[in-house]
């Protein structure tokens, strides 16, 4: 059973950056396609932005451009770089398998306000 722990949340100015982090314990997810969601207020949990088992990605219209996710399988672990940060991207992040198959995690707080 994989667990996924998020990190890498805060609060940020508009158009700062934040770099958001995925650890996975008690399994690889090494063989999975992974993403990184959100949800905001209100709203349903979207998918941002995916990674496949090669390394291609893919994004929202609403991130392309400005976000960038990244996969180390060594270290079992995903990333989220977010730059030119918007107050519509405030939500909590998440990260699972792409569809979503894996027991979710708490999430990481992103807050995009002056």
């Known amino acids: 059973q994989v667990q996924l722990v998020e990190s890498g949340g805060g609060l940020v100015q508009p158009g700062g950056s934040l770099r958001l982090s995925c650890a996975a314990s008690g399994s690889s997810f090494s063989g999975y396609a992974m993403g990184w969601y959100r949800q905001a207020p209100g709203k349903q949990r979207e998918l941002v932005a995916g990674v496949t088992r090669r390394g291609n990605t893919n994004y929202a219209d609403s991130v392309k451009g400005r976000f960038t996710i990244s996969r180390d399988p060594a270290m079992n672990a995903l990333y989220l770089q977010m730059n030119s940060l918007k107050p519509v991207d405030t939500a909590v992040y998440y990260c699972?398998?792409?569809?979503?198959?894996?027991?979710w995690g708490q999430g990481t707080q992103v807050t995009v306000s002056s």
């Open positions: 699972n398998s792409d569809p979503p198959r894996l027991v």
